[in-house]
């Protein structure tokens, strides 16, 4: 029998898209005077935030410098602290020591002789720094005796103080029945809590830690950091490789050691995962194109995912108060950084961020190793695919496109390999989403609809990506014989192939002028024919 009359709706999502990419994050690697060695899961967007974590520079940490430079042109940054580890393999051998205080809790009359603790407190991060932490103990704001005050104090940065008040152990708790310092667990940037059991103390409740102020002690920095530290370890995740479990940055660079060892590394690590460019900086000291071709020579690096710079910056002297003095100088990479992460979320990868549309260079007062002037030396740099910074008709930018290919082709582009990597990315989840689906035609067919819009987005004179492309991937297959890219065994094995080709457009990087000088009794168009 027909059942009564209704209107019903049932919802089929066709919609599917390439998400897009947050455009503009870089990784980096350098020293600091303070915070979390190895890789840091916060993404930092701003100085500011950076500061609060690893401190301003400071002699032999100038890499500091290059991150400020790099987030102030617009970069974020995704870091590596740098420490030393006696067995690069195993994270655990990192050498820096935390520095360490006991607090003694008992009733005000107690002895303050560690018998008694009622907790400890832990810094979070390794380093000498935090030797500079004192503690304080004091009465409550409330006036309850049994509860207590505690601050902690960096007497060289107050962003770092905290304070915390009306603390009150209530009872005799358990560890797990401990949340009297909960609040310092939840918000402190500084210490972590260990519980004691003050179920099992003799000692009568109430109580509480007495009154007093300590100063941290014991923190060190550990051994010297080799370039070994930042080449790292695959299986310990250190180095280089501690950014494995990160995909959502465009490049990596060190910004305060640039040895052909860490170069090399470097390399490689991009090179096997083909998802990111490795900026590579020739030292400063390499003060003639001689001298900056056979560093360059000598890394054997032959590579579309590492680009080379050099040149070096001049920068006000940011450790005198005025500014005045003697430029400082420093490496050029922290506003390669900058200039290529602006370039990308402003334009797109796709973009070359060299050259004075999108590759001057701001706040310096000029360049360490000026070969700008000249075209030859310039040329000579480009020929072994190496950019530079320039001081050039009163303007300090970035020139050059070259990745570090040896063979010249399209991939010679550094913004090219970049287009390459920025669509390998934007289409991996929506390839990803097809996988368990029937290796069929209309599957083949699915697909191409879905990436065929974005790919149309990146041609023509809006994005200025690509001149043209074609996708074939049998999407207009319906039987066997119709098959052009795959075959039928493959098919039946869960196998399928898909060619995208692709003319990308290069960026501009000669531009010539023919100038005539016609005879004086012809016209223009009389010369012209």
């Known amino acids: 029998m027909p059942g009564a009359a209704k209107v019903q709706y049932n919802e089929i999502d066709q919609s599917f898209s390439v998400q897009s ?25 701003t100085w500011d935030q950076f500061k609060k974590e690893y401190g301003d520079a400071a002699i032999g940490y100038e890499g500091v410098i290059l991150a400020k430079r790099a987030l102030e042109r617009g970069a974020m940054l995704r870091v590596n602290k740098v420490g030393h580890y006696t067995t690069i393999s195993n994270p655990t051998t990192l050498d820096a020591v935390k520095a360490t205080i006991n607090i003694a809790g008992a009733i005000p009359d107690f002895a303050v002789d560690g018998t008694d603790n009622v907790f400890n407190l832990l810094i979070k991060n390794p380093g000498a720094y935090y030797n500079n932490i ?59 809590v260990d519980y004691k059991d003050i179920s099992v103390m003799v000692t009568v409740a109430p109580f509480r830690p007495l009154n007093g102020s300590w100063n941290m002690t014991g923190g060190t920095n550990g051994g010297a950091v080799v370039d070994a530290d930042y080449a790292g370890d695959s299986s310990g995740k250190t180095g280089v490789y501690a950014f494995g479990n990160y995909d959502d940055f465009e490049v990596m660079a060190s910004l305060d050691n640039f040895t052909s060892v860490l170069h090399v590394a ?41 680009a080379f710079f050099t040149g070096g910056l001049k920068i006000a002297n940011p450790f005198v108060t005025d500014g005045i003095g003697v430029p400082y100088e420093i490496d050029e990479i922290g506003d390669v950084v900058g200039a290529a992460m602006k370039s990308s979320a402003e334009f797109g990868p796709w973009y070359s961020f060299g050259e004075t549309q999108r590759g001057l260079i701001y706040n310096a007062l000029g360049v360490v190793n000026n070969f700008g002037p000249n075209y030859n030396d310039l040329n000579s740099l480009a020929n072994r695919q190496v950019n530079c910074v320039v001081n050039k008709s009163g303007r300090i930018y970035i020139t050059g496109n070259n ?19 920025f669509i390998k990315k934007s289409l991996l989840p929506t390839l990803e989403r ?14 191409a609809n879905e990436v065929t819009p974005f790919l149309d987005s990146l041609v023509g004179n809006e994005k200025r990506a690509l001149v043209d492309y074609e996708w074939r991937g049998d999407q207009y297959a319906n039987k066997d014989s119709d098959l052009v890219i795959n075959t039928r065994v493959d098919l039946d094995n869960g196998k399928y192939v898909a060619q995208l080709w692709m003319k990308e457009v290069v960026s501009l990087q000669e531009l010539t002028v023919n100038i005539i000088s016609a005879a004086s009794g012809v016209s223009f168009e009389d010369n012209l024919n």
């Open 266 to 306: 470097g390399s490689a690590y991009a090179a096997s995962r083909q998802d990111f460019i490795y900026l590579a900086s020739i030292p400063k000291n390499n003060n003639t194109v001689a001298l900056i071709n056979t560093f360059r020579a000598t890394t054997l690096i032959d590579s579309r995912y590492t």
């Open 21 to 45: 990419l947050i455009q503009g994050i870089a990784a980096v690697m350098l020293k600091t005077q303070r915070g979390k060695y190895g890789i840091n899961e916060q993404l930092f967007t």
């Open 134 to 192: 004192v503690l304080y103990i004091e009465d409550a704001s409330n006036g309850d005796v049994d509860s207590f005050n505690m601050r902690f104090v960096d007497p060289n940065d107050s962003s770092l103080n905290e304070t915390y008040i009306n603390l009150k152990i209530v009872g005799k708790p358990s560890i797990p029945n401990s949340h009297y310092l909960d609040e310092v667990i939840t918000k402190s940037k500084l210490f972590d």
């Open 434 to 447: 097809y996988l368990g689906q029937p290796n069929d035609f209309r599957t083949f067919k699915e697909i």
């Open 403 to 421: 990745s570090g290919q040896l063979a010249n082709s399209r991939k010679s582009f550094l913004s090219v390999v970049k287009l390459i990597i």
